[in-house]
């Protein structure tokens, strides 16, 4: 069993930058793909960003379209911590923002296929 739990959301304007970071409990965190969703009211959980290691210094992420550019997934094997930063942020960018697990060869982009989930974190981008 993976516990999972995130940080880091707050209230923000447009144009400007949160980190949020996410723990994960167990001794094989590296063994997983880490992955961001988020969630607006009246809208499904879309993904936003995950991340795989390869081993040594390689790591290989994936980003949702609207993000790239703006957004930065990244990893701590040591300390079994995945972080998103985001730039540039957009009040579309408001969301619950949840972080996921899922022990994999490949990255998935449906929440369907994630095993853990935390109980996230609020994003509010102000115009």
């Known amino acids: 069993q993976v516990q999972v739990v995130e940080s880091g959301g707050g209230l923000v304007q447009a144009g400007g930058s949160l980190r949020l970071s996410c723990v994960a409990s167990?001794?094989?965190?590296?063994?997983?793909?880490m992955g961001w969703f988020r969630q607006a009211p009246g809208k499904e959980r879309e993904f936003v960003a995950a991340i795989r290691w390869s081993g040594g210094n390689v790591y290989f992420a994936k980003y949702e379209d609207s993000v790239k550019g703006r957004f930065t997934i990244s990893r701590d094997n040591a300390k079994n911590t995945v972080y998103l930063q985001m730039n540039s942020l957009k009040p579309e960018d408001t969301a619950v923002y949840y972080c996921?697990?899922?022990?994999?060869?490949?990255?998935?982009?449906?929440?369907?296929?994630?095993?853990?989930w935390g109980q996230g974190t609020q994003v509010t981008v102000s115009s």
């Open positions: 167990g001794r094989t965190f590296s063994d997983y793909i």
């Open positions: 996921a697990a899922k022990r994999s060869a490949t990255i998935p982009m449906d929440y369907h296929e994630y095993d853990y």
